[in-house]
T-cell receptor, first 112, second 112 residues
Framework: QKEVEQNSGPLSVPEGAIASLNCTYSDRGSQSFFWYRQYSGKSPELIMSIYSNGDKEDGRFTAQLNKASQYVSLLIRDSQPSDSATYLCAVISTGTASKLTFGTGTRLQVTL | SAVISQKPSRDICQRGTSLTIQCQVDSQVTMMFWYRQQPGQSLTLIATANQGSEATYESGFVIDKFPISRPNLTFSTLTVSNMSPEDSSIYLC?????????FGPGTRLTVT
């Protein structure tokens, strides 16, 4: 069973702080990694994809990938109340024909 | 990214009946997926909808319960058959566009 694990939270950070969301995965051969944001009652929205080790930055978001440690993270700088949502980590594992395996999600609360 | 629409956005159905959910994409895509998200849970893949052939179902999901059509590269339907209250969920259509996966707005189904 190929798994993706996340802390369910809630992770509470004050406005303006850095939120750090973490995800581990079991399939060492996984090549593609994604972060989705899901507001309550809405569908998941793709915010970051990362395929190689290191950091990838897009605005206030930075995705970090460490394949040796089987770890992917999402940093949100200058957190805003509008960032409050559930963040889903998703992985394409080897031999799954592009099918995503999702973690259970981390609920982020940005407080004023 | 692809623009995905779903119909209906929500419905309340009686047990024992069936509901067909439609998914329309604004561009031709090879891979379309149907997911279910039960309250407070992450996403579970039901099946991959293949154009010109039968859908590929995940473990725990069967064609008799969730028949899928994929008549062309921009459209698919998912039918939830002989519904029970346990089928109450959000059903999401998803497509891969330029190696990234995007989700429709979802169909919120309540079975009474």
């Amino acid at each position: 069973q190929k798994e993706v694990e996340q802390n369910s939270g809630p992770l509470s950070v004050p406005e303006g702080a850095i939120a750090s969301l973490n995800c581990t995965y079991s399939d060492r051969g996984s090549q593609s990694f994604f972060w989705y944001r899901q507001y309550s009652g809405k569908s998941p929205e793709l915010i970051m994809s990362i395929y190689s080790n290191g950091d990838k930055e897009d605005g206030r978001f930075t995705a970090q990938l460490n394949k040796a440690s089987q770890y992917v993270s999402l940093l949100i700088r200058d957190s805003q109340p509008s960032d409050s949502a559930t963040y889903l980590c998703a992985v394409i594992s080897t031999g799954t024909a592009s099918k995503l395996t999702f973690g259970t999600g981390t609920r982020l609360q940005v407080t004023l | 990214s692809a623009v995905i629409s779903q119909k209906p956005s929500r419905d309340i159905c009686q047990r024992g009946t069936s509901l067909t959910i439609q998914c329309q994409v604004d561009s031709q895509v090879t891979m379309m997926f149907w997911y279910r998200q039960q309250p407070g849970q992450s996403l579970t893949l039901i099946a991959t909808a293949n154009q010109g052939s039968e859908a590929t179902y995940e473990s725990g999901f069967v064609i008799d319960k969730f028949p899928i059509s994929r008549p062309n590269l921009t459209f698919s339907t998912l039918t939830v058959s002989n519904m029970s209250p346990e089928d109450s969920s959000i059903y999401l259509c998803s497509v891969i566009s330029r190696y990234e996966q995007y989700f429709g707005p979802g169909t919120r189904l309540t079975v009474t």
